[in-house]
């Protein structure tokens, strides 16, 4: 089965805020992956503002369109909908997708963090009013606590949120949870936490999907350093993948999130690629 890498060109010239412009040099680092017979490279069409007014106040989305980088954030939640339903219907088996200004801080009436409106919201919504899909799992790994898809989903038992960010929480349906991480960890204290505090309680709730909102600026020297080696990214992949073989026939969506270091951008995304094509 084909494993798809959605990237839009408007990202590589119009560099986002926060994350800068760290795919400026891609798709074409992703050369030799790409050459892989069961690698696809996607582009896709951006989401229509109709859908996201599901999501956003008007105010939000009216802002956004007059920013530089508003193009960057429809054209990610595009390519966010589409891979969801590709690998739903088994045309993927797996996804990474290129993301800039969308993401995890966008709630219904508020943005920060370079993530401007919400992706995954939005997905889950298409899959369930367009397939018989309902459960989901959504873990975060970028440093900082994803309080927009938090919000977006707080009164869902049927999303499964797991975000490893500074804080310990669990609510009383054990569906929306925290894992605090601290600030000072080795690449095998995280994979640990990985194993105990996520990957026992996805195989139980037993999702349809599996979407990670994947941020590399825990990677030391980026602006959310936590002590992790640039190895470590490709290390939690590679875990996480054997784990959705296991929870949910290996549909497994990356939306990439924060980090601004380009070299650590274009060091850990080919060989997640590789390691996402791996049967």
């Not at 892989?36 to 007014?53: A, D």
């Not at 994947?214 to 992790?228: A, F, N, R, V």
Request: proline share 5%.
């Amino acid at each position: 089965m084909l494993t798809g890498v959605f990237f839009n060109r408007i990202l590589k010239t119009n560099p986002g805020p926060i994350i800068g412009a760290k795919f400026a040099n891609f798709p074409d680092v992703l050369e030799n992956v790409l050459k892989l017979p069961n690698v696809k490279l996607i582009e896709n069409e951006p989401v229509q503002e109709e859908l996201m007014l599901r999501f956003h106040t008007k105010e939000m989305i009216d802002s956004l369109k007059t920013r530089p980088y508003g193009k960057n954030a429809f054209y990610s939640v595009g390519a966010c909908i589409l891979a969801s339903k590709m690998v739903y219907s088994g045309e993927l088996k797996n996804a990474l997708i290129f993301n800039s200004a969308s993401g995890h801080h966008a709630g219904p009436s508020y943005a920060w963090g370079g993530t401007y409106i919400n992706c995954v919201a939005p997905a889950v919504y298409t899959l369930r009013t367009t397939t018989k899909a309902r459960r989901f799992s959504l873990l975060d790994t970028d440093c900082h606590h994803g309080d927009g898809d938090r919000e977006m989903f707080k009164d869902d038992p049927e999303l499964l949120h797991v975000c490893f960010c500074n804080s310990e929480y669990e609510d009383h349906t054990q569906t929306k949870v925290c894992i605090r991480t601290g600030w000072n960890l080795t690449d095998r204290d995280y994979l640990n936490l990985i194993r105990l505090e996520f990957i026992p309680r996805v195989k139980k709730f037993r999702p349809e999907m599996i979407f990670h909102f994947l941020g590399h600026d825990t990677c030391q020297g980026d602006y959310g350093d936590i002590g992790l080696t640039p190895d470590f990214f490709i290390e939690l992949v590679r875990e996480l993948k054997r784990c959705a073989e296991e929870a949910c026939y290996g549909r497994y969506l990356i939306i990439t999130g924060g980090g601004s270091r380009r070299d650590v951008a274009e060091y850990i995304f080919p060989r997640i690629v590789e390691i996402l094509a791996t049967q």
